[in-house]
């Protein structure tokens, strides 16, 4: 079975940094890209950019570009997203989802749990 | 990019056929055969039950069909039922290499 398990909840204060993990498990980890998405209070979802297991490629969002970084750790199967200095905008679910592109374009399945993060002074 | 367009709420009585639009561009919805919908249950994650356009993720039941015309994608639910009550997402791949989500759609069973 595929899953991403992605870790627990974080509460920051502007300013600081975070990473958040999404780890893997059930499929060839090298071989899919992984897809970061934003969704704020219960709101609409937002695509972050996605990054290749095999060889860490990534694809950002201009909304997203330079203010966070997408990184994996092939040998534990597991993907970041971070932060170097977190601000309360910054405050949402995350979520990780495996990227599945046959073609031009494909869909996310399955979903991590989600990581909620709160930034506040 | 700018996200796709969908209405913010559909309400249908149970048993009824509703149909959510989407509404894109040249540039992502007309550009390419891919396009998914997804999901969400309040307070839980968003699961695939559409995609490349017209295919159902598997386990999704068949009152649940996809189609596009032009820059339009649509998410058709036939016989309605209380459990298909949540907020449904469309997505679409873009000509930047890029995925779009729409705005979201609630769905309320009367």
């Known amino acids: 079975e595929v899953q991403l398990m992605q870790s627990g909840v974080e509460v920051k204060k502007p300013g600081e940094s975070l990473r958040v993990s999404c780890q893997t498990s059930g499929y060839s980890f090298n071989d899919y890209w992984i897809a970061w998405v934003r969704q704020k209070s219960g709101r609409g979802l937002e695509w972050m950019g996605i990054i290749y297991g095999g060889d860490s490629s990534v694809r950002e969002s201009p909304s997203f570009k330079g203010q966070v970084t997408m990184s994996v750790d092939r040998a534990i199967n597991t993907a970041y997203l971070e932060w170097t200095s977190l601000k309360a905008s910054d405050s949402a679910m995350y979520y990780c989802?495996?990227?599945?592109?046959?073609?031009?374009?494909?869909?996310?399945?399955?979903w991590g749990q989600g990581t909620l993060v709160t930034v506040s002074s | 990019q700018s996200a796709l367009t969908q209405p913010a709420s559909v309400s249908g009585s149970p048993g009824q056929s509703i149909t959510i639009p989407c509404t894109g561009s040249?540039?992502?919805?007309?550009?390419?055969?891919?396009v998914s919908w997804y999901q969400q249950h309040p307070g839980k994650v968003p699961k695939v039950i559409i995609f490349?356009?017209?295919s159902r993720s598997s386990g999704v039941s068949d009152r649940f069909a996809g189609s596009k015309a032009g820059n339009t994608a649509s998410l058709i639910i036939s016989g309605l039922q209380a459990e298909d009550e949540a907020e449904y997402f469309c997505?679409?791949?873009?000509?930047?290499?890029?995925?779009?989500f729409g705005g979201g759609t609630k769905v309320t069973v009367l």
């Open positions: 040249h540039t992502d919805i007309g550009a390419y055969e891919s």
């Open positions: 989802a495996r990227y599945i592109v046959p073609g031009a374009g494909g869909w996310l399945d399955p």
């Open positions: 997505c679409s791949y873009t000509t930047d290499g890029f995925l779009v």
């Open positions: 490349d356009v017209t």
